[in-house]
């Protein structure tokens, strides 16, 4: 099969067929790392013309499914595999691949950016239980700012996203009446305000709809310069999200990461930050997002030793020299802990037993 | 008559064998007739296959919820995973209903004036405009929904509406731009080229002798588009069904004007709401576990009923008003 597949893309591209011997590895999943990972793929084969790395963004869910079946290569999700999905695709490795935020972005006409939240009032607009700007609480937070006594409209994705789980596990770790009532998911029974499709439905509603509040990646925010405000962490501080403060949370998540083929259900940088006083200047809504491989690939049916070895060699390439693509994608590079980490996980990987990363 | 002859020019004459020869169109016959009859019998296997793997793909769901899907009001991926799909059918339903009671009298219009009263040149321009917007694709309708169409209606139009018919609770509530009647409008400016068009030939349709008859019998130009109208009544009601199917499917543009939020009723009409298409396309790539992939699907089953009864339903209407029609042309 690999043969085939690998002689058909020969016909269409003139490398492939100069090259000794061509390999395809292929990858579906989430759509957050998406552009980073275009940029590992497009540079990678310049580095090594042989190898075709195909990436299929089809979100999270589909790649967790795709990797269940054993139908691609590699997949990548935003969130850590449950207990359930982990038992249906035994021995799966997890290496977070990069670090995004999640920011609370507003449209509040004559309010700047930085309007000062917390967790628990976050939670209770998304509740609906705070439902004006001039909130006793949200004008406890934000003294300097003249806040307009208008109805908030909330504006939520409609889409199942990896940005959700985020932002829903945020709110469930800073609320209780969330956690019991609405819960964390790429998906949740949203109990006030509008859906948009897509961080580009969401800012489109919060644009169109003044004294609106959502939620969108922070790249998403940064390219279209939206109005974001910062959050308080455990420590007390009102933390401006950017690649500093999600790196910052990102390390004190790190030194308690699982070993690659341990339970990462729990793993969590929401988690861990969110109620760690130590953790100063942390932004508390961050998370990993990983790739996820087999630790034996021999158990994929269209795996053979040298696609195994090109595949070790390209996971080795992104969390090294591949970080360096971030900055200018806005995304978090690795932090150097999480960095070793990864290469103790990519030792692991093994075809028919044996080792395939020699460094 | 001119093949025969040529068979007969190329045989040597003998009567046996040229019978043979003039048997061979007739196997082709028969082949072709088998090969047509299998291409036509393939719509059924695929429509089988499609309700086969739908019902299989929705069993968990069905085995958890039974019919209690039909009618639950609550959508909790998350905490309690229990779905019911009653707000998306009523959502779905509405919102094709505007699209029709919006886009069915324009169209109508469009074919009547395209078949009986413009020139021909000019009805000719205005057909080939008519069917290149049924070429735009519905994401394009979404993405001009969004940055043209919401500003403009919520800016120019319903502040309007709201202080005439504030007063009916459909019209009240805060308007955000998007929602219900928004989306009920976006499906009737998609609906508009496939109504008008398939109309406009089915006025055309109607024999120029009825034409000619009204008018000799001293019917004025109102009279006789009015007998137009009545004859083509079986068309017409064959391009609403065709609208019908596009709205009640529509996804992409659906989901990015009406709001997307599963609550039973919505306030009003400027209130957001969801659809039983545009949750699927929302949420099936992140349906993370069996039971919400398959309720999901149970969704995309329940759409497909829907969409077989309207069409059946439309079906039996077409018989009737065809016999119907069919009574007066005799007449």
Redesign the interface.
Known sequence: MVVITAALAGVFSYQYMSAPQSIILNGAGASFPFPLIDKWISEYHKIKPNVQVNYQS?????G?KQHTEKTVQFAASDAPL?E??AANATNTLHIPITIGGVVPTYNVPGLPKGLRFSGEVLADIFLGKINKWNDPRLVALNPDFSLPSQ?I?VVHR?????TTFIW?SYLCQVSQDWK???????????PT?????GNE?VA??IS??PYSIGYVEFIYAKKNNLTWGRVRNAAGEFIEPSLESFATAASFASVILPKGDESWSKVSIVDSVVNNEQARGAYPITSFSYFLVYKELSVLPNMDEASAKALVEFLWWTVHDGQKYSAELIYVPLPESVVRHNEETIRMITFNGRQLWQG | MKKPQMLLFFSNGLKPKFLKAFKRPITGDYAFKLITGAFASAILLILGLMAYSLAEGSRPSIQRFGISFLFGT??????SQVFGALPLILGTLTTSAIALLIGVPISIGIGLALSEYMPRELSFVISFLVELLAAIPSVIYGLWG??TL??FL?NNVYPYVQSVLGFIPLFSG?I???GVLTGGIILAIMIIPIVSAVSRDAFSAVPNTIREAMISLGATKWETVKTVISCARAGVTGAVILGLGRAVGETMAI??VI????QFLPSSLFD?W?TMA?II?????????ELY?SALIEVGLVLFLVTLAINITARLLLWRSLRFVRGIVMM
């Open positions: 089809i979100g999270s869910g589909g967790i449950t359930k999905q109805e409209i409609s889409d199942g996203s990896g829903t019991t009532t609405i819960g964390k998911g790429t998906s949740v029974n949203w305000g509008l859906g948009g499709k439905g489109g509603l169109q709809n | 609550k959508w909790d991926p998350a905490i969004i940055f919401i500003p919520r805060p955000y731009g998007g989901t990015m709001g997307n939020k599963f957001a969801h545009a396309a929302n949420e099936f790539t992140e349906a993370t576990y992939s």
